[in-house]
């Protein structure tokens, strides 16, 4: 018999430093029921990667592991209970971990069909960035035409598709952003205005924009930006609480939620595409794939344009995750497969 063909990817084996993983040839995995395997072309990097590396996510995956949570490519094989995808389709997939390789065993709910119109290239940002916010400004904030949106972070990966799809459901968008090129990129995305996002003048300047307040703040950054954004909401404002790329984890004082009427919203996408649970996947799946079919189709009939994205080969890994996990990328930075 011909020994599995094995494929090249970035293996985690202790948590620590994620400048310790290693590139190396990695055996081929079995296909179980329900699962496809995927040719990965692109894979995103997310800021969750270094959590996940230093084991300090909220799930801790299996030593050893390949990191790499959004990919997109093609389907290489499907188990015989898999009926909605074939062998040679154009994907992308929201994985637990796994797409840091040139190849990869998922289970099939989490893999959404593409569009001829979508290039595989930027379908990479799609599955669980714009995902992630697409959900938490329908299904947990209930933004509303009209509406005044404030994002933190408007130039990163999750900022940005914040202020595309912000602008998509009618907001008026504001945008923080630390340096001018990010504001010019906000702005340049559809952003009404771009702040200097800075947390001892922000309650002035976005007052100085929108006097009421802003109705809805999605912020991926947390630290001082959630604290200032307490003081420039209108009253009955929601705040979804998305990450912390700022690597502080802010509490709210509740006088202030008392006395405005706000809510402050947490949000996890992985319990919707069942990160780690399988019966919640399952339970979510229906309403996770009709909510990625209409985000690509805003992106395929144009009304909303393919993510900004930045591109490293595989062999310059390293380059890819600093860029991210510095913050000094303006999209979306994604890793190219040999």
Known sequence: MTPPTPYTGLLCTRFGHWSE???TQLPRQPLAPGQVRLSVRHAGVGFAVSLFVAGKYQRRPPLPFTPGTEAAGEVLEVAPDVTQLRPGQRVMAALDWGAFAEEVVIAAD???PLPDAVPLAKAAALPITYGTTWSALQWRAALQPGETLL???AAGALGMAAVQLGRLMGAQVIATASTPEKRAAA???GAHHALAGDAETLAAAVKAVCPRGADVVFDPVGGALFDASLRCTAPEARILSIGYASG???SAPANLLLVKNLSVIGFNYGYYIGWGLTDERRRYAPRVQALIAELLA???EGRMALPQTQHFPLADWHAALDTTLSRR??????IDMP
């Open 248 to 250: 502080t984890i802010p």
């Open 187 to 189: 702005l340049a995305l």
């Open 110 to 112: 989490t893999v959404y």
């Open 151 to 153: 994002v933190h972070g």
């Open 21 to 23: 993983l290693a590139l």
């Open 329 to 334: 990328a303006i999209g979306k930075v994604i």
């Open 298 to 300: 805003n992106v395929a």
